[in-house]
């Protein structure tokens, strides 16, 4: 069982820096980077990843990031 939540995790992990590196040279200004960005922590594994990958990307821009969880 670990070895498929690594395989799902490493995927999610790789199609994130795809988007990423895909993404424009001269991005626009997404806003107020001194409230964090809440994100919903969900129930499931998937989510878990997910949320987590969209976590650090928004971190790696400058924003603070606070994980919340959801039931």
């Known amino acids: ?5 690594n395989r799902v995790r490493n995927a999610g992990i790789g199609l994130a820096l795809m988007l990423a590196a895909s993404a ?9 980077k001194d409230e964090p960005i809440k994100l919903a922590m969900l129930e ?11 976590g650090q990307l928004l971190e790696k821009l400058g924003y603070k990031v606070e994980y919340v969880t959801a039931g």
């Open 44 to 54: 499931w594994t998937g989510a878990h990843v997910s949320t987590h990958i969209a």
């Open 24 to 32: 424009p040279v001269a991005a626009a200004d997404l806003g107020a």
């Open 1 to 5: 069982m670990p070895k498929t939540i």
